[in-house]
């Protein structure tokens, strides 16, 4: 495979960019993503055949596969178990690590808490890991990464420079984020603030991430346990003050009721009312170009020495670029692996499971067919953007 010099070192051709699986997500499409992964890794070196809007084009097995952000649903698991993560990603991968790539991990909103194994790497002097065959790196939110003026080159393949965000970037609501920064900046180490975070955590003791609303054993034994808290505390203490000898065992019981409630009420309610919060986020499925117009701060754009920026983080796979001839930068979504509702469908046109395919000729968004058989059907064209390669 041809080596493409950047200015982050080498990375490998062709590059797979694949974002948003949400693995241990209640609605991830894992099942059709390990699928896809056997498939890149049947690929041969010379290509595979697939019909582009009547046009055939070669796809090769890659040399390096970007997982660009929210790979891991770390924030709103299923029946908020992380467990669920764990379970998804082992067989995951198991296949990733059998292809003869190396892997780009840029960190997302939802898998933000994968930064602390790359602290764990610097406490250990390891910049980066083996991946079986090739090498696995971290990059928190971007890559390549920012400097310290929040300036970045991109990664030249072939004629153009490549960004690649996972796309949060375009939210509005991040002061934690920006605390985080200017604290990281001033103590001159990487620092997060997110107390949320914290909440999901606690969630996911042992004990407490199994009570939920589903009537289970844990949560019987805790509902009676809360009951019978409820009346010793009522009868015991109506008519009589607080004893000095029963004060801290009455705190301790009371401040175990505190830690198991409180923290599955808030990861409850942040992922219910968050989402509803008008103006704070992209809601999910927007059209690239009303993200662009909306949320693009030009100013900042500026500092990003790049053609091309992808990114992900909306689950909707797409393109937009304001003037072509004026060598405007090319935006392109890479859309997600998850189950779309009804209104990203039917209203905004959303499709899942789909990537790009990046080489030194050719730029393709694609989608993967889990239902079809025909190997040369697998892959559906999206969008060829050859044209745009030779502006």
Request: aromatic share 12%; proline share 3%.
């Amino acid at each position: 495979m041809r080596n493409t010099k950047g200015n982050s070192g080498e990375i490998r051709e062709p590059v797979i960019v694949v974002s948003d699986v949400h693995l241990g997500g209640k609605n991830s499409h894992c099942e059709d993503f390990r699928d896809f992964l056997k498939w890149l890794n049947t690929l041969s070196d010379n290509g595979t055949s697939v019909d582009c809007n009547g046009i055939n084009i070669d796809i090769k097995k890659p040399g390096t596969i970007v997982l660009l952000g929210d790979i891991l649903e770390l924030w709103d698991p299923e029946e908020d178990d992380r467990n669920y993560v764990i379970s998804d990603l082992l067989t995951t991968i198991s296949i990733l690590n059998s292809i003869d790539c190396d892997i780009i991990y840029v960190i997302g909103n939802h898998d933000e808490d994968l930064l602390a194994f790359k602290k764990a790497w610097r406490k250990k002097g390891v910049e980066h890991s083996n991946n079986g065959k090739g090498t696995f790196k971290m990059y928190y939110r971007s890559y390549p990464k920012t400097n310290k003026r929040t300036e970045m080159e991109g990664i030249t393949i072939g004629e153009k420079k490549y960004a690649f965000l996972h796309g949060h970037q375009f939210d509005r609501f991040q002061v934690f984020y920006k605390l985080s920064r200017f604290l990281s900046k001033t103590l001159n180490k990487q620092v997060r603030i997110d107390p949320i975070d914290w909440f999901q955590d606690l969630a996911n003791v042992s004990f407490t991430k199994n009570i939920g609303l589903k009537l289970n054993g844990p949560t019987l034994i805790f509902c009676i346990l809360l009951v019978l808290y409820g009346l010793v505390t009522y009868y015991w203490f109506q008519d009589r003050p607080i004893e000095r000898n029963l004060d801290i065992l009455w705190i301790v019981i009371s401040s175990f009721f505190v830690l198991t409630i409180l923290p599955k009420v808030v990861t409850f309610l942040n992922t219910e009312i968050w989402r509803r919060i008008p103006g704070t986020i992209v809601k999910k499925c927007k059209p690239i170009e009303e993200v662009i117009k909306k949320r693009y701060n030009a100013k900042k754009g500026g500092k990003i020495d790049a053609n091309i920026i992808v990114f992900g983080h909306t689950h909707n796979a797409g393109y937009y670029q304001k003037e072509p001839k004026k060598d405007e930068k090319m935006f392109i979504n890479t859309g997600c692996w998850v189950k779309l509702s009804k209104n990203c469908i039917e209203k905004e046109n959303a499709i899942p499971n789909t990537f790009l395919y990046i080489d030194t000729e050719s730029l393709y968004l694609l989608k993967w067919n889990k239902e079809v058989k025909e190997e040369e059907k697998k892959i559906t064209c999206v969008k060829d953007f050859r044209e745009v390669l030779s502006q």
